[in-house]
Nanobody
Framework: QVQLVESGGGLVKPGGSLRLTCAIT????????MNWYRQTPGHESEVVAG?????????SYADAVKGRFTISRDIAKNTVSLQLSNLRPEDTAVYFC?????WGRGTQVTVSS
């Protein structure tokens, strides 16, 4: 059974940082593209970052987060993380990790002064 569990969300002031982690069981994350999405009420989810490992490391980011967010993997722990830096109020959302058709329940990130 594949399970994805996100952690690390919270309340942070503008300009602050958070590190989100997605713990994966039931599937070896290295073999697949891993993604982070976010969603705000009344809006569709949007992909924030992706990490593709096969054939070499490759990452992609939404324009809104380039230079501020970094996706990374820990192969030994089978986790994928998202470092959020220089956070802005518009980054407030529930953040989800995703692999294939599997999703976690999400972790809330709130950026507010």
């Amino acid at each position: 059974q594949v399970q994805l569990v996100e952690s690390g969300g919270g309340l942070v002031k503008p300009g602050g940082s958070l590190r989100l982690t997605c713990a994966i069981t039931g599937i070896t994350a290295t073999n697949y593209r891993m993604n982070w999405y976010r969603q705000t009420p009344g809006h569709e989810s949007e992909v924030v970052a992706g990490s593709w490992q096969i054939g070499g490391s490759d990452t992609s980011y939404a324009d809104a987060v380039k230079g501020r967010f970094t996706i990374s993997r820990d192969i030994a722990k089978n986790t994928v993380s998202l470092q959020l830096s220089n956070l802005r109020p518009e980054d407030t959302a529930v953040y989800f990790c995703n692999v294939l058709a599997f999703w976690g329940r999400g972790t809330q990130v709130t950026v507010s002064s």
